[in-house]
């Protein structure tokens, strides 16, 4: 079975420039959740997806970030314009969300940001 | 407040030493507890989870786990580390039937192995 994919693996862009952050989860999972990772401390989440629709965006900056979930399938996660503490990975996971053993969470790579 | 607390920033043991990585949870009902591990320039690997009945949890490469409700706990055990087990390691929840399913993760503790 695929695992989670996500694309590109590292960006490096300049303050004010934009990014974009592609992901595509497990085949079948209607959960899927973006968290951005600062050096040195655990993920945190900035948006949850059920299906195609938002569940919890509560820690996503939205002056400046944005996701979506066409078709409840693949995501993008966007920050425009970007600012120097947005330098992390960001993290994309999947879940089938049925209740019980089906809420584990399998993460993709990460796409490792830096902006200079 | 509700939080998930892993004591030890970083620790180092020799190759073949036990190891013993703590975690502890404050939450009002028991939750889904997991453990992942992460190596340099990696995504996060499960290493196994708790969701309920038998509150010692096997996982992959060798971890164990024991789920302790008195203390509120979930540490992370090996009874013999080998070299390729340096890595960070996340202590995560999901508190159940609040239909919020995201992970809140621990600081991370940092494992380095001597030979």
């Known amino acids: 079975e695929a695992g989670v994919a996500q694309s590109p693996r590292y960006k490096i862009i300049e303050k004010r420039q934009s990014v974009a952050f592609w992901c595509n989860p497990i085949s079948g999972h209607a959960t899927l959740y973006w968290y951005q990772q600062i050096l040195g401390q655990g993920p945190k989440l900035l948006i949850q997806f059920q299906n195609n629709g938002v569940v919890d965006d509560s820690q996503l900056p939205k002056d400046r970030f944005s996701a979506e979930r066409l078709k409840g399938v693949d995501s993008t996660l966007k920050i425009q314009p970007a600012k120097l503490e947005d330098s992390a990975v960001y993290l994309c996971?999947?879940?089938?969300?049925?209740?019980?053993?089906?809420?584990?969470?399998?993460f993709g790579p990460g796409t490792r940001l830096l902006v200079l | 407040a509700q939080s998930v607390t892993q004591p030890d920033i970083h620790i180092t043991v020799s190759e073949g030493a036990s190891l013993e990585l703590r975690c502890n949870y404050s939450y009002g009902a028991t939750p889904y507890l997991f453990w992942y591990v992460q190596s340099p320039g990696q995504g996060l690997q499960l290493l196994l989870k708790y969701f309920s009945g038998d509150t010692l949890v096997q996982g992959i490469k060798g971890f164990e786990a024991e789920f302790k409700r008195s203390q509120s706990s979930f540490n992370l055990r090996k009874p013999s580390v080998h070299w390729s087990d340096a890595a960070e390691y996340f202590c995560a929840v999901v508190v159940p039937d609040t239909g919020r399913r995201a992970l809140t993760f621990g600081s991370g503790t940092r494992l380095q192995v001597q030979p």
């Open positions: 996971a999947s879940s089938l969300s049925g209740g019980g053993r089906s809420e584990t969470q399998y």
